[in-house]
Each structure stands twice: as C-alpha cells, then as structure tokens.
C-alpha cells in the first residue's frame, strides 16, 4: 500500500478512536462497550476473545469462592429477551487469581466481579482481587435469582459496599437491579464510599410453559435483552432527576449503536451488554462501533463530549 494511503487510514482509525474513548472507573475506554458479567466472561480464554473483538473491557463473570447449590441452571431465549437460572462462577479464588494477573500483564482491560455470602466475606475476596491490581472492581451483589432476597435491603448493600471500601482502594462499582427501592439502594452505596454504579442487573421475571403446564426455568429467574431496556432507561433516567451524579455503566437490552447513545441521553458514561452476545458473538462488536463511530463522525461530536452533556 502506499504510504500515503497508509498514513491517512492509520488517521482515520485514530481520529475514530478518539470519538470513542471515554473515561469511566479510573480507566480510559477505546470504546463505551463493555462485555458484561455472564458466563462469556467465565474464565481467561473468554475475556481474551471479548476484548479482542473489541470491547471497551470486560467484566468477569461473578467470582463467588463459596460452595454454591448444584442446581441446574437454566437459560431459555424467546422473542423479548432471555430467563437465566445462572448463579455466579465455579472456577477456585486460585485459578482467577492466576487468570486475572496473565490478563493484567498482556494489557486486557477487565473489571473482576465479585461477591461473597456475608460482607465480611466480600471484603476479604474483594482485597484477594484488587491486589492483582486492575483499577475498577465491580460487586455483584444484586443477583435476583440468588435465593438471599434481604440482600436488596439498602442497609444490606450499605453494610457490603462499607466492608469492600475499607479494604480497598480501587474504583468500585455497585451492581443494582432497575427495581423498586433502587434510588434507597444506590444512595446507601454512595453513602459508604461506591464510586459508580452499574445500572441493571437482570430483572426478577418468569414464564410459563402452557405445553408441560410449568414454569419456564422452574421458577424465578433473571430477565435480560431487549425488553428491560426501556426500563433500565426510565431507572438510570430517574436516578439522575433525583440528584445521582456519580458515574453509572448502562446495562440492559442493547443490541444496537443507537441503543447506546439511548444510554449516553439519559446519563450513563459507558454501557454494558449481555444478551446480544450470547453464544459468544464477540464479532457483533465490531459492527456495533462502526455504526456508532459514523453517528459520532456524522453529527461532529464524541462519546466524551455526549458524557458532558454536550448536545450533538
Ligand atoms: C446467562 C446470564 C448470566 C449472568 N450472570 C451474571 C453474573 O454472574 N453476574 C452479574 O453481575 N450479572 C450477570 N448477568 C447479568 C448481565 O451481566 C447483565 O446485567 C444483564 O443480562 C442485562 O444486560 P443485557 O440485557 O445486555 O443482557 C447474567 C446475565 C445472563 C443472561
């Protein structure tokens, strides 16, 4: 290729990484998108090719280094999203941590998610994980499916948010569903020392089977994709109305750029998404940034400047 053209693509990819980039949880982000927690991001292997593929970072599946019940989880997809039955990752404290530090040292941005069954508990995994040394961590916490339903209590998150913060320096960002109490929920995180919020975790849902006469996943399980994203809006929306300034990761349906920039309007700093690459269907990212960038190139704006509240 001549060098011309050469000098002026490699222009081209800088100027659309500029428009990209966005600075959240202490790190500056090639792209808003990041992988969120699930079992894609259960292990090395899998947040290598998430982040390879594009990804702003990734956030781990929830490390949980107690014994969980053998129960069998379930995932069932129909037209407005998905159920999942998951609990949180199997893999030991060892095997993460080992993970975790080849991760650091080859430049992958992650985000471990953590959580534990006392606070006491999270605190000490929590110091466990930052010590590897990547800025962010995120707490899992909110999980609606996990059967410890008083863990929604905001005196409970208050209560896991304050064991983690005295132990650790590291930008945390606190899981929440988009449910009722969320406003009590986040004010008692950032009373204790959270920096962020990620705002949702799957929503508290089932289905029922009218062929076997049963519920869909056996019961209560957690609903993500395109259906909770105008709720996880209106959340996210009304949390900035009363008053919350503190950064917040949009998380919940996106399958699209446009879905993002719905996120960056009503005041989120970066998105994360789930469903969309079930499967592994890391190559989705690629074409996702490509239609934002060009929105960003069309309308003379950046990620940045739509964080500021700059209008396009
Ligand atoms: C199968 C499955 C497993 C998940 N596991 C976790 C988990 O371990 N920890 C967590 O914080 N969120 C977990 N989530 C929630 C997602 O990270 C995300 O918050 C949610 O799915 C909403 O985003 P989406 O609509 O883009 O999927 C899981 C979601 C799914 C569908």
Redesign the pocket.
């Known amino acids: 290729m001549p060098d011309g053209h050469k000098i002026s693509r490699d222009h081209a990819l800088e100027a659309a990484e500029s428009r990209l980039t966005t600075s959240v949880l202490g790190m500056t982000l090639r792209n808003p998108l990041i992988v ?4 894609i991001t259960d292990g090395e292997e899998r947040i290598r090719r998430a982040f390879k593929a594009g990804a702003g970072a990734v956030v781990s ?2 490390i949980f280094v107690e014994e969980q019940p053998r129960i069998l989880e379930r ?1 069932a997809l129909f037209g407005a ?2 159920l ?1 039955t ?1 609990l ?1 990752s199997r893999r030991s404290l060892d095997a993460w941590r080992n993970a975790l530090r080849r991760l650091k040292e080859d430049g992958v941005a992650v985000i471990p ?1 953590v959580h534990a069954s006392t606070p006491d508990k999270l605190g000490a995994l929590a110091e466990q994980i930052a010590e590897i040394g990547f800025p962010a961590m995120e707490l ?1 916490i909110a ?1 609606p499916h996990d059967s410890g339903h008083e863990r929604a209590a905001p005196s409970v998150i208050a209560q896991y948010v304050a064991s983690v913060r005295r132990r650790v320096s590291a930008t945390i960002t606190v ?1 929440l569903g988009a449910s009722e109490g969320l406003y009590s929920q986040a004010s008692a995180a950032i009373d204790e020392g959270a920096d962020a919020l990620s705002i ?3 929503l508290p849902a089932l289905l029922v089977d009218t062929d076997r006469w049963q519920l869909v996943c056996s019961g209560l399980a ?1 609903y ?2 395109a259906g ?1 994203k105008p709720i996880v809006l209106n959340a996210i929306y009304n949390l900035r109305s009363s008053g919350i300034t503190c950064p917040i990761i949009g ?4 399958e699209t750029a446009d879905d993002i920039l719905q996120y960056l309007y009503v005041g989120a700093c970066a998105v ?5 690459f079930n499967g592994s269907r890391f190559e989705k990212i690629s074409k996702i940034s490509r239609v934002l960038d060009h929105w960003l190139m069309t309308k003379q704006t950046s990620v940045e400047r739509l964080v500021l509240g700059n209008r396009p």
């Open positions: 969120a927690s699930g079992p599946k929830t995932t999203g998905m999942n998951t949180y998610n899992g999980c899981k949702s975790d799957t957690g993500s994709g909770i998380i919940g349906g996106i994360q998404a789930y469903t969309i």
